[in-house]
Every structure is written in C-alpha cells, then in structure tokens.
C-alpha cells in the first residue's frame, strides 16, 4: 500500500503536467480543440454585439419610417450611408423606384416586380451576413467530442502499451496515463458545449431578425404598389 502511495506521489496531475506528459499526437489534438474554443468564444462575442446592434438599428429605423417623413427625403438621407438590415432593404427599393419612372416605366406589373426582386436581393444578403460563421459554431459543437475521443482513443492506446513494457498494472502506473487520455475529451466537451448551446441561440435570433426584414419588405412592397397605381394609371388613361 505504502509501494502504491508513494508511485502516485511521484507523479504529478496537474492540467498542465498532465498535457506535457501526453503524446505528440493527444497534444495536437488539445491544442486544436483548444483553439476551436477560443474561436468559438471569438464568435459568441462577435454574434452577441452585432445581434445588439442590429436590433438597435431596425428599432431606430421603423422609428424613423413610420414617423410620417416622406419617402424621398428618407431616401436622401440613406442613400449615402453604409447600409444594413432594414435601411438597406429600403434603399435598394428605392433605388429601383428611382431608376424605373427616370427611365420612363409604363408597366405597374414590371416595376412591382423590379422593386420585389430588388428587396429579395437585399434581403438574401442581409440574411446571410447574419447566419455568417454560424456554421463554424455548428461544426466545432458537432464534431469537437469526437476529436476530444479520438485523442482519448489514442491515450488509452499508448497507456495500455507504457503498461505492458513495464509490467505493471499498479494504479499508480495506470492512472496518469488515463488521466493524460480523458483530459482530451473534457477539452473536447469544453468547446463544443458552448458553441452547440450558442449556435442555437443565435439561428434562432438570425431567424427572428430575418422574420422581421421579410415582414418589413412585404410592408413596403404593399406602399410601393399603392403608389405605382396612384402614378402610372392616370398616365395610362392619358394615353
């Protein structure tokens, strides 16, 4: 028993002994997994502040267009900022309103649908840079616990074959060893648990924020319609 004691006390378990006591390859694998969660960290902060924002901007920018200011002198205002989310849906809109009755547009239906797919456009693109990296967040959650047991998988390995050059099955031979292994997987459960429970979070918000720019769009649609007739048909009847 004293025999067994004192072989445990001679080796050390601290996190940090036991990753310089792994092998080349279970240390590779930490360190990956490792930088997957500083990655997958970066990406949380990145999503939480831009998502803050975003919601800001669409909430000044309704503000704003249901205040009763005219479309054009919104227009003006917004035609030369960056643009993003609901401001940049409006403007590209407009744009095409803008271009569509310069070039002298008979058609109601055409420039209804010029204007609809000029939106649709906008709105993909927003869309995406909302979802952008949200897969990198779905991969590391997905796939880091299997690379963490990949880098068990080979600890083991290597323990069993230090405990059958030394012909010792003493706890004190096994334990560090198995400890070295599973390290792996709790560095692999370590990034992959945050980044599952954030990628949920933030497709639900991308979700919610894509909802609302579909809504909106369908909103201004309808305005651009009602104005199109209001403008073209007494130039028909004219004709």
Same mark, same amino acid.
């Given at each position: #028993?004293? *025999?067994?004691a004192?072989e445990?006390?001679?080796?050390?378990?601290?996190? &940090?002994?036991?990753?310089?006591q792994?092998?080349?390859?279970?240390?590779?694998? #930490?360190?990956?997994?490792?930088?997957?969660?500083?990655?997958?960290?970066?990406?949380?902060?990145?999503?939480?502040?831009?998502?803050?924002?975003?919601r800001?901007?669409?909430?000044?920018?309704?503000?704003?267009? &249901?205040?009763?200011?005219?479309?054009?002198?919104?227009?003006?205002?917004?035609?030369?900022? *960056?643009?993003?989310?609901?401001s940049?849906?409006?403007?590209?809109? #407009?744009r095409? &309103?803008?271009?569509?009755?310069?070039?002298?547009?008979?058609?109601?239906?055409?420039? *209804? #649908?010029?204007i609809?797919?000029?939106?649709?456009?906008t709105?993909?693109?927003?869309?995406?840079?909302?979802?952008?990296?949200?897969g990198?967040?779905?991969?590391?959650?997905?796939?880091?616990?299997?690379?963490?047991?990949?880098?068990?998988?080979?600890?083991?390995?290597?323990?069993f074959?230090?405990?059958?050059?030394?012909?010792?099955?003493?706890?004190?031979?096994?334990?560090?060893?198995?400890?070295?292994?599973?390290?792996?997987?709790?560095?692999?459960?370590v990034?992959?648990?945050p980044?599952?429970?954030a990628?949920?979070k933030?497709?639900?918000?991308?979700?919610?924020?894509?909802?609302?720019?579909?809504?909106?769009?369908?909103?201004?649609?309808?305005?651009?319609?009602?104005?199109i007739?209001?403008?073209?048909?007494?130039?028909?009847?004219? *004709?």
């Amino acid at each position: #028993m004293e *025999q067994v004691a004192l072989e445990a006390a001679t080796h050390d378990v601290s996190l &940090w002994a036991l990753f310089m006591q792994a092998g080349l390859i279970v240390k590779l694998v #930490m360190l990956g997994l490792i930088g997957a969660s500083v990655w997958t960290w970066a990406i949380v902060i990145d999503k939480y502040l831009s998502f803050a924002r975003a919601r800001r901007q669409f909430d000044q920018f309704e503000q704003i267009f &249901w205040s009763g200011q005219s479309l054009e002198e919104l227009y003006r205002t917004l035609s030369d900022r *960056q643009n993003g989310g609901l401001s940049a849906i409006f403007v590209s809109a #407009m744009r095409e &309103w803008k271009k569509s009755f310069e070039r002298g547009a008979r058609s109601p239906i055409g420039l *209804q #649908m010029r204007i609809d797919r000029a939106m649709d456009v906008t709105l993909a693109r927003e869309s995406e840079h909302l979802e952008a990296r949200l897969g990198s967040l779905a991969t590391i959650g997905s796939a880091g616990p299997f690379v963490g047991l990949f880098g068990t998988v080979v600890g083991i390995m290597t323990s069993f074959q230090a405990i059958a050059g030394s012909k010792s099955t003493n706890l004190a031979v096994v334990a560090p060893g198995i400890a070295e292994a599973l390290l792996a997987t709790a560095i692999g459960l370590v990034a992959a648990i945050p980044a599952v429970i954030a990628y949920n979070k933030f497709s639900a918000d991308a979700g919610k924020l894509s909802a609302r720019m579909e809504g909106f769009a369908d909103e201004f649609s309808a305005i651009l319609s009602r104005q199109i007739d209001e403008k073209l048909q007494p130039r028909a009847a004219a *004709q």
